[in-house]
């Protein structure tokens, strides 16, 4: 059987005290206490072993030592690179980091932010591309007005769409200068294995990618869309295969769909890059297992969400303030020369 926790009115009794005054001793509270009180209240809590109640400590504060972190899936290398980098700076400041999960559902932001908020969470990051869905943004939007009038600070790395710090990604110029590169190694039919389409990050780094096309005198890409995953990948290359589009070149919006497209061609008997070419984009951690090493867009993705997490802590500004990350294409093995 469990010990039995100790309660605050235990510790005021043993200590001689009010409840009011061993409240604001343990809790935190802003009223002053004398240090006779309140080095006995302290060592009576220790003798008894008393936990802190850590939502009254919220309460009497006004806030917390929490700091949220919102992603769409923690599975995805991209995310969890950014929560290392969260993490470490929110760790460095005394704070403890809890982690969300949206599933890639638009309202599930909404409800988090709005979770974390009565929990008087000092910081929230939310990180993952915004939605077309202008009912869940003007949602989100709503959640996080009140988030910051109780005092709380936000910030995203996504696309700068909301008021609040933003570390923005360099979508689409990382999509045109991949094309460009591309390009030049005389591939001239390409495809693209594109996200869903009412998500913002699948726009912008397929804009970037078709006018990096055009820039090179070429015509636009086959596109095939598909979940934002590893699966979504495999199945959208069994399709472009189906289509027998004579693409010599294919881009992935990102590392993850690519990964899934290179096992649907290997399965196939289809070699990469010999038969064809294979790009993604954000150069998780987990490509340097990956064989063929796969060319990529890098983004600084550790560095990206350390720098939300300083934003987000900084109490400085009251003025929304965009930092933006280029991102850096980096030709591997995956691709060939035509």
Not at 158 to 169: C, G, I, Y
Not at 258 to 265: E, I, Q, S, V
């Amino acid at each position: 059987m469990s010990a039995r926790q100790v309660t605050l009115a235990e510790v005021a009794r043993q200590a001689g005290v009010s409840l009011a005054t061993a409240s604001r001793v343990l809790n935190g509270s802003t009223r002053q206490v004398s240090d006779e009180l309140r080095d006995r209240v302290l060592a009576t809590a220790e003798g008894l072993g008393y936990v802190v109640n850590a939502s009254a400590q919220a309460l009497a504060r006004n806030t917390s030592s929490l700091v949220g972190l919102v992603v769409h899936d923690i599975t995805d290398p991209y995310f969890s690179s950014i929560a290392a980098g969260v993490t470490r700076v929110a760790e460095e400041a005394g704070l403890v980091v809890v982690l969300g999960t949206t599933g890639r559902a638009p309202d599930r932001e909404a409800e988090l932010v709005s979770t974390l908020r009565a929990h008087r969470a000092r910081a929230v990051v939310l990180a993952g591309s915004r939605t077309a869905d202008r009912k869940a943004q003007a949602r989100l939007a709503g959640e996080i007005d009140a988030f910051t009038a109780q005092g709380g600070r936000i910030a995203c790395v996504s696309q700068a769409k909301l008021a609040t710090d933003t570390v923005v990604p360099g979508n689409r110029a990382g999509g045109r200068a991949l094309a460009r590169a591309l390009a030049e190694l005389g591939h001239k039919k390409f495809a693209v294995l594109a996200g869903p389409a009412d998500l913002v990050v699948t726009r912008d780094r397929l804009a970037g990618f078709k006018a990096g096309l055009a820039d090179a005198g070429l015509a636009a890409p086959t596109v095939i869309e598909g979940a934002f995953t590893r699966d979504g990948g495999y199945e959208a290359a069994l399709e472009l295969l189906a289509k027998k589009t004579k693409a010599t070149c294919v881009f992935a919006v990102n590392d993850v769909m690519a990964m899934g497209a290179m096992a649907a061609l290997r399965e196939r008997g289809v070699r990469v890059p010999d038969d064809i070419s294979i790009a993604g984009f954000d150069d998780i951690p987990t490509l340097r297992d990956t064989v063929p090493a796969l060319s990529t867009v890098r983004l600084p993705l550790e560095e990206m969400g350390a720098q939300a997490a300083r934003l987000v802590l900084d109490e400085g500004s009251d003025v929304p303030r965009t930092v933006r990350v280029a991102g850096e294409v980096v030709l591997r093995e995956s691709t060939a020369a035509n």
